[in-house]
């Protein structure tokens, strides 16, 4: 794909929707942080039920550990793997506090040192709260830079990287969000929404569905 093309997505997608944000509900870098660890392999949906009862009782690296591993486990036991997420929150909100007085740092070394925070966690942290022009490579992502040519890799980091270098330096900040967006309600993984899709004339997109 050519870089007239790819700004031209992009451009559509700014127009689309001019301020995207994470679907997941949070009023803090902790709650993010919180939130994010929560999401792997679970719905945004299903977290954001649970943190609504949970951030109103604990959602600061202390209150947190003031509520423990069990009881933390109390409000997330419906989402996925709630076990291993809640020691790994609990482990990690010591981390923050004896280590970063509380807060969650805003360098990728420090937040994938935090037990339970990967490559993916960090980058959506480091973008979504602090801003930074990072991209957080999950399967939308990974499907839509590969289905439509932005940005085709063999795997998360190979996507990542092209992603950063090719897309304009003026769509880096929000391009996460559209894309995961696009990934999850229109460019579907079994059956893409081409006929609806707002850049289906510009994507590569060998098999589209235009029924």
Not at 43 to 58: G, M, Q, R, Y
Not at 120 to 149: C, E, S, W, Y
């Amino acid at each position: 794909m050519n870089a007239a093309k790819r700004r031209e997505i992009f451009e559509r997608l700014r127009a689309d929707n001019p301020n995207p944000r994470t679907e997941l509900n949070y009023t803090s870098p902790f709650e993010l942080l919180v939130a994010v660890v929560l999401s792997a392999q679970a719905t945004d949906k299903s977290v954001n039920k649970a943190t609504a009862e949970l951030f109103p009782i604990a959602n600061t690296p202390r209150a947190m550990l003031d509520l423990g591993e069990a009881g933390l486990k109390r409000y997330i036991r419906t989402i996925g793997l709630f076990n291993s997420k809640a020691a790994n929150i609990i482990k990690s909100c010591s981390a923050l506090l004896t280590q970063h007085d509380g807060e969650v740092p805003q360098q990728r070394e420090a937040l994938e040192a935090l037990p339970g925070v990967g490559r993916k966690t960090a980058n959506v942290i480091l973008n979504t709260a602090f801003g930074q022009p990072t991209m957080a490579v999950d399967t939308h992502i990974f499907r839509v830079a590969n289905r439509t040519r932005i940005a085709p890799g063999k795997n998360v980091l190979e996507v990542e990287q092209k992603l950063l270098r090719n897309i304009p330096k003026e769509f880096l900040h929000d391009a996460h969000h559209w894309l995961i967006l696009h990934g999850r309600y229109t460019c579907l993984a079994r059956t893409p929404r081409c006929g609806s899709c707002i850049i289906e004339d510009l994507c590569e997109y060998r098999a589209k569905n235009l029924d």
